[in-house]
């Protein structure tokens, strides 16, 4: 479960070093911004709105913030 938090977008960026995205629904195109910074288990992430088009719409950016996670995060990307 994506947990979303009360923090400024930016600052939460900041702090996780994460890109803030923008661009176009599949489904609907309309415009998107990745300003909900959220927490998932050791990842730390920022989400766009719910905008009517369900979750799989929904754009993300995360990162793994945890040693485990970092080193397994690191495994698949070499994989691809």
Known sequence: ?????????LTWASKYNLRVKTGKCVKCERELITNIPFALKSYRGLKSEDHGCGEKYTWKTFKPTGVKEKEQWAIIASSM
């Open 1 to 9: 479960m994506i947990v979303p938090l009360e923090m400024d977008y």
